[in-house]
């Protein structure tokens, strides 16, 4: 199984001659060998596509990326200047910085108060990576809220108050309650922003990650913000699994989603699993999403039904009449599962979300027709993406391929399916009435 280096280069600043894995202590790749770099090309900080290219001792060779970049990109990066204002370019590293005048979106500064939450649950190593990327994050009014969902001891607590005696922005918060529903409900409940921002605690983000999220309320309507979220490296066979099964990392693409919209093709739309983003990045307008109920805490990591939270959240907005961007300048990086055990786990939980969800839309009145009427294409749907998946890893012939169980993973998946509303009828039972 080879390894891939995952990372991002900026179009309008110094170019480097060569990209090279960082050999510090940063990130889970110290000391790893890889022998592929994946690049998120990116101008004025927007996503313009990924370029894939061998490592060569251990270093990638820019021009070899910028003619590559050529090749496949150059439309792309003619298509953003356009929407700037500017005159196209005959190579992709002539596209040069934003400027004054030009309408590119990099130069709007959102003010509205932004209250970032972050959940997590008894993994100080792992949140303190997270933390010292959102330390980073450049954005006027912002607030940071760790959530620290019922915790066994004060090892979590330390962590974040060591960090907010440096930077007054973050603030510890307690949830008692387990479950990553009732904890992202608590940073609901406290945040003081009329946008909310979330995110989990094995993401690291990018410096400009809230304010391009701010930045895709301006469209009237638009009552929640998903963001790209790309895979930040590829060390296994497990992260190679993950990543070719998961579609949030795709687009580059803005998109606008709500009824009747440019999106809603009269078929699966809304319950689309993938078309919307992850609960790994996204914002809501905290009004709109109070009134709606926040999330529904029989759903989502740490119950029994273990997912499906993120979709009922951008589903139920969608249907009450709101917008959903999502606006890929909004760049988080996505640590993935690396033991197969972690990996099995996470696609029955993928299985048991989805139908969970499914179950819940299907025992509401107001949304059983509906549901019903899409059942046959989603379920066509699921099995394309399975096989697509098996697909893009069957031709992998490289040593440590063999090692991932694609069937195994597959049929968890569908056990998961099988569960799923059962264990969402039980996770609803089990939450006390209020
Ligand atoms: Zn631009």
């Known amino acids: 199984m080879t390894a891939t280096w995952c990372t991002d280069l900026e179009l309008s600043a110094p170019i480097p001659d ?12 110290a000391g790893q060998r890889y022998d592929s770099v994946r690049v998120l090309v990116r101008l004025h900080g927007a996503p313009i596509g990924f370029v894939e290219q061998p490592l060569v001792a251990d270093a990638l060779d820019v021009t070899v990326l910028l003619k590559a970049a050529d090749a496949d990109l150059l439309a792309a990066v003619n298509e953003h200047l356009a929407a ?3 005159a196209a370019v005959s190579t992709v590293a002539a596209a040069g910085p934003a400027r004054d005048g ?10 509205e ?6 959940c997590t649950r008894d993994r100080p190593e792992i949140l303190r990576g997270c933390l010292d990327r959102l330390r980073r994050l450049e954005y006027p009014n912002l607030e940071i ?11 979590t607590r330390e962590v974040v108050h060591d960090l907010a005696g440096l930077d007054p922005r973050f603030r510890y918060v307690r949830e008692p309650r387990p479950g990553l529903s009732c ?4 940073g609901l409940q406290e945040a003081t922003g009329t946008l909310i921002a979330y995110t989990d605690d094995d993401v690291s983000v990018d410096p400009d990650w809230v304010r391009a999220l701010a930045v895709g309320f301006r469209t009237p309507g638009v009552a929640c913000v998903t963001g790209l979220v790309c895979t930040a490296s590829i060390d296994g066979p497990a992260e190679r699994y993950f990543d070719a099964r998961v579609s949030w990392g795709d687009s580059c693409r803005p998109a606008l989603h709500r009824i009747g919209g440019e999106t809603d093709d009269g078929g699966l739309f809304p319950y689309s699993p993938g078309i919307f983003g992850t609960g790994a990045s996204f914002a809501v307008r905290a009004d709109v999403f109070r009134v709606l109920g926040g999330f529904d805490e029989a759903l989502g990591a740490g119950t029994l039904t273990a997912g499906g939270e993120d979709l009922d959240a951008f589903v139920r907005i969608v249907l009450a009449g709101h917008a959903l961007a999502y606006e890929p300048s909004a760049v988080v990086w996505h640590h993935h599962r690396s033991d197969l055990d972690g990996l099995r786990r996470q696609m029955f939980a993928y299985g048991t979300g989805l139908s969970a969800f499914l179950a819940k839309h299907l025992s509401d009145g107001d949304t059983r027709r509906e549901v019903l009427r899409r059942i046959p294409r989603g379920a066509r749907r699921a099995v394309a993406i399975g096989t697509n ?14 090692e991932v169980p694609t069937k195994a993973l597959l049929l968890r998946e569908l056990a998961g399916l099988a569960v799923g509303p059962v264990l969402y009828a039980r996770a609803r ?5 209020r």
């Open 102 to 111: 030009d309408r590119c979106a990099s130069r709007i500064r959102p003010h």
């Open 145 to 155: 809220l760790i959530v620290d969902n019922a915790p066994p001891d004060g090892a």
């Open 183 to 186: 904890a992202r409900n608590r």
């Open 18 to 29: 060569a990209l090279r894995p960082a050999r510090s202590s940063e990130g889970s790749g």
């Open 429 to 433: 039972r089990a939450i006390p009435r």
């Open 389 to 402: 998946t098996h697909g893009s890893l069957d031709g992998d012939a490289s040593p440590g391929a063999a």
């Open 113 to 118: 108060r932004v209250s970032v939450v972050v």
């Open 84 to 86: 700037d204002g500017v």
